[in-house]
């Protein structure tokens, strides 16, 4: 991605007016009498490179042959620029553009400044314009951001002058086209437990009403679609989305994606309008990308009325503030439902939430899943049941940790089969040891853990009465 030797800033300044000057000579070149199409226009490009190429030799100080020049310039004039081999390099996963001179690009979970640029202001707005051209958007003073998904599925944001300040940005979120599975988030990235994902599993599998909670870019959406993975495959899924990135695998997926106000300001249709929509299409789940607005009451009303099995991301810090946001989410719907009521509601209607987080060496894993056991008037009962353990930071800043059971019960999963109830036992057990062993290490005498109630969990009932 970026190259080990990196050239000096004259040098860097030599090679970019080397390439400006490159490029305009193309342009300059380049019939204009009549309007071409892409093959002609690459033909014609073709052509006046390689005359150019018959004649002069590329300076040294390039440090590019004429094949990899030409490469380049042929993006520069016909492609995506600096961006068109990060948007094909595989690891790279999110790509982003602050003003023409810096790149940035995450490879394996890092963030880092590459050293691509764009040739000028003018070049990475012709890029922009080139790349929401083809999915029939556009930026101009009047309309100075747009959101929108490339060819390949990859979600981008563009943002200009006058809003952004230091020249037109862009946010890119490539579109997996393996996205990761719950394998992968427990073996390659060690994101997630074998036990915790049998317990997610099982959880899914039951119909349990499932916020995934983080940052943003901490995993949130890929761990929705891996989960999304246990829903058996005789059930009918509706998908709502802003930008279409889900990939589940069942063969009954009915997909839906908000869309943007047209230049008039009008057509807009948000995720609520959308969930509100799914619910006559008669889901046996619904799925929703991002849970932000007013659509989290219907969401909630959805969930306590049939809908079990929900399955959605919120942007928040812990599930405290998952339960906070929410509270605020229900009151932009401006129904004017008492806090008490909200509250309720929420603390019948989801049962798990799961909170990811981004490490400061580039992993992102499971960091708690904490239950909702009832909400009162005034407060929520919360229970969690697996933490993560920060232990030690190595040598290569990798951060050690442990992500185990607590060793606590999940109280609302009494009506579970027989095998699955073995299968969590043995789970929660391993959290109990876990604790214990941790506690002897310490050297401090491990506390017994007072036995779960094996009584009707008092939230299934909560559930019951909200449905009547
Ligand atoms: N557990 C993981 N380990 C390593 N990389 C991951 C993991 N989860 C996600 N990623 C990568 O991190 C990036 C962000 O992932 P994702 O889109 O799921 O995050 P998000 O929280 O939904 O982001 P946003 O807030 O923008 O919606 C993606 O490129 C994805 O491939
Ligand atoms: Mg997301």
């Given at each position: 991605m970026a190259d080990v030797s990196a050239p000096d800033d004259r040098t860097r300044e030599r090679i970019l007016r080397f390439k400006k000057d490159f490029h305009q000579r193309i342009l300059d070149q380049i019939d204009r009498r009549q309007s071409l199409n892409k093959y002609e226009l690459k033909a014609q490009v073709e052509s006046i490179t390689e005359k150019i190429f018959a004649r002069e030799e590329l300076p040294p100080?390039?440090?590019?042959t004429k094949e990899q020049f030409k490469k380049e310039t042929f993006d520069n004039v016909l492609g995506y620029g600096p961006l068109e081999d990060l948007l094909n390099?595989?690891?790279?996963?999110d790509i982003m553009v602050v003003g023409y001179a810096k790149i940035f690009a995450e490879k394996d979970g890092k963030l880092q400044l590459t050293n691509r640029s764009f040739l000028d202001e003018q070049h990475l707005r012709t890029v922009i314009d080139r790349m929401l051209r083809v999915i029939g958007k556009s930026v101009n003073d009047l309309n100075p951001y747009a959101d929108g998904r490339l060819e390949d599925g990859s979600r981008i944001n563009v943002v200009v002058p006058p809003?952004?300040?230091d020249g037109p940005q862009i946010t890119i979120r490539k579109f997996p086209s393996n996205p990761h599975t719950m394998e992968d988030l427990i073996h390659?990235?060690?994101?997630?437990?074998q036990g915790l994902a049998d317990f997610m599993r099982i959880a899914v599998r039951n119909r349990k009403n499932i916020v995934i909670s983080g940052g943003s870019g901490t995993g949130k959406t890929t761990l929705l679609n891996a989960l999304s993975?246990?829903?058996?495959?005789?059930e009918r899924i509706v998908t709502i989305e802003d930008t279409a990135e889900l990939k589940l695998r069942q063969p009954h997926v009915a997909r839906m994606e908000t869309r943007q106000p047209n230049f008039?300001?009008?057509g807009v249709v948000t995720i609520r309008d959308l969930v509100r929509n799914a619910l006559r299409m008669r889901p046996d789940r619904i799925v929703v990308g991002e849970c932000r607005g007013g659509e989290a009451i219907d969401m909630l009303q959805a969930m306590n009325t049939g809908h079990d099995g929900s399955l959605t991301t919120i942007h928040a810090n812990s599930p405290e503030d998952v339960l906070l946001r929410l509270e605020t989410m229900c009151t932009m719907?401006?129904?004017?439902?008492?806090l008490a009521s909200i509250r309720k509601q929420i603390g019948a209607a989801i049962d798990l939430i799961v909170q990811v987080a981004r490490f400061g060496d580039g992993t992102r894993r499971v960091i708690a899943v904490t239950e909702i056991l009832e909400a009162q008037d005034h407060a929520y009962t919360l229970q969690d049941l697996f933490l993560f353990h920060r232990e030690l930071v190595r040598e290569d800043g990798r951060i050690e940790g442990d992500l185990r059971p607590t060793g606590k019960t999940p109280k609302?999963?009494?009506?579970?089969v027989q095998s699955e109830r073995d299968q969590l036992k043995e789970i929660f057990s391993a959290g109990k040891k876990a604790r214990a062993a941790a506690a002897a290490k310490a050297e401090a005498p491990a506390k017994a853990e007072p036995p779960a109630p094996a009584a009707k969990s008092k939230k299934d009932a909560e559930k019951e009465a909200a449905k009547k």
């Open positions: 100080f390039l440090g590019l390099e595989a690891g790279v996963d809003l952004a300040l390659k990235f060690g994101s997630v437990t993975n246990a829903i058996p495959d005789d008039e300001g009008k719907a401006g129904l004017d439902i008492p609302s999963f009494e009506s579970f």
